[in-house]
């Protein structure tokens, strides 16, 4: 799998859009970027993917570049509830069966 | 609709001492899944299940052994405690491949003294 780079932390107000990177520069053509959250001490909670095109869904926005070579999550209203670790995974949907691992992710803080 | 539940949440052992974790899954999910999460390291895959009776080695499987004798169920067993194996441990499930469809548990905190 690509190796995918993330910032550790950041903040974002609450009510303000928070936009974490994540830069995946030597992606495969067929491999997808997945975006998953670990709120404090749960386990990790799937949010959106995309190949090449933007995508939405009720949780966040994707922004993939058209190089492929990095993309932005996009939560457009963060609340208290959105502080979690975010991890960004770059992986093929095909080929058989490919280990996944969770690096250690962006650190949002939604402050007051 | 209880998802993936892990048993137990929390337990100490003593170094030595052998125990199971289970994980079961009502979702008729093929493929199951041990990750352990230490501070700092994020979560690092253990061994793995693409089906009933299958198992493989993760990234870091020594030191540990896995069944999975029933489709819903799939054990991870300690046979000699460390305290290198202090960690949380997190299960998971699919349908397939795709990991949109993971499903992940709550978590067993174990603390090995």
């Known amino acids: 799998d690509a190796k995918t780079t993330q910032p550790p932390s950041m903040d974002c107000a609450e009510g303000r859009a928070a936009n974490l990177p994540c830069n995946h520069s030597t992606i495969s053509g067929n491999e997808y970027v997945y975006w998953y959250r670990q709120i404090h001490s749960q386990g990790p909670q799937y949010i959106i993917h995309g190949l090449k095109n933007n995508e939405t869904n009720e949780m966040a926005s994707l922004i993939i570049t058209e190089d492929r070579k990095s993309s932005t999550l996009i939560l457009p209203h963060a609340t208290l509830r959105d502080t979690a670790v975010y991890y960004c995974?770059?992986?093929?949907?095909?080929?058989?069966?490919?280990?996944?691992?969770f690096g250690t992710g962006t650190k949002l803080q939604v402050i007051p | 609709n209880a998802g993936v539940t892990q048993t137990p949440k929390f337990r100490v052992l003593k170094t030595g001492q052998s125990m199971t974790l289970l994980c079961a899954q009502d979702?008729?999910?093929?493929?199951m899944y041990w990750y352990r999460q230490d501070p700092g390291m994020g979560l690092r895959l253990i061994h793995y299940s693409v089906g009933e009776g299958t198992t493989a080695k993760g990234e870091v499987p020594d030191g540990y052994n896995v069944s999975r004798l029933k489709k819903q169920n799939f054990l991870l067993g300690l046979e000699s405690a460390a305290p290198s194996q202090t960690s949380v441990y997190f299960c998971?499930?699919?349908?397939?491949?795709?990991?949109?469809?993971?499903?992940f548990g709550s978590g067993t905190r174990l603390t090995v003294v």
């Open positions: 979702m008729n999910h093929e493929y």
């Open positions: 998971a499930s699919s349908y397939g491949q795709a990991i949109y469809g993971y499903t």
């Open positions: 995974i770059v992986r093929a949907n095909s080929g058989g069966y490919q280990k996944v691992t």
